[in-house]
């Protein structure tokens, strides 16, 4: 739905396809169709599903080459709170922090740099610790101010919703956060966004995006793509 109304939005290549496909229709009569287009999606006039088979097989497509990716390139720990503090769940499963990202809008993932840190609540007592490395594993306990650092973390990546085993480990989550307004907001993930490039495609680096709106005007932002992000992707025509 979402690849859908980018199509319609990027004008250039909603014209060349349309040439393409009916070479009668005039410029004029293009943009009007294309401008239609964007509003019956802006307006929930048009509505595309996809068959609960096809989600489900989208989700494992690639499932078996991440799980090689996080058993051979990271090192796993199992991080225990002391005795008398406890972890929160975010809603969101799992939080994520990259202290040294490659550019300032960069989001943080499992390996968005080196120094990469994600953590799982598994239980109350204790969490799954991922950060790029050699594989191989630890289990230890931390310090409380640790596991507070950590609740943080969850306070930051929940949408909705955080959970605790007790109202009132839920209640001082609150609290400590109001407190630390300032270490919340340093871990809060940045906003996801989706961009249309010009041209054959970028190579890893730093590059100058331009993005379309809905409306067909234009919009310039600098990105930093990470090498990784190319393996295995191929420029995207619009066709």
Known sequence: MMTAEIDVSNAKAFHRRARQAEPDMTPEEVEKLRVELVDDFANGRIEMESTPSREV??????????????ALRFTWGVLRAPPGHEFVLPDSGVSIVDPTPPHPFSGAAFRS?????????ADP???????????????KTIEASLVEDFNLRSYAWSDAAYYGRSQKVV??????????????????????????????GPE????????YA??????RQRFFVHPEALKGSKPYTGD
């Open 57 to 70: 097989a989208m989700m494992f497509m690639a499932s078996d080459r991440i799980a090689e990716d996080l």
């Open 113 to 121: 740099s080196p120094n990469a840190e994600t953590i799982m609540v």
């Open 125 to 139: 007592t204790f969490v799954l610790a991922l950060v790029p490395g050699p594989p191989d594993w630890h289990d």
């Open 171 to 200: 209640a001082d989550m609150r609290a400590l956060a109001k407190r630390q307004g300032a270490r919340v907001a340093r871990y809060e993930p940045n906003p996801g966004r989706i961009w249309i490039t010009e041209g054959e």
């Open 204 to 211: 890893a680096g730093e590059h100058e995006f331009i993005g």
């Open 214 to 219: 809905a409306d067909g005007s234009e919009v």
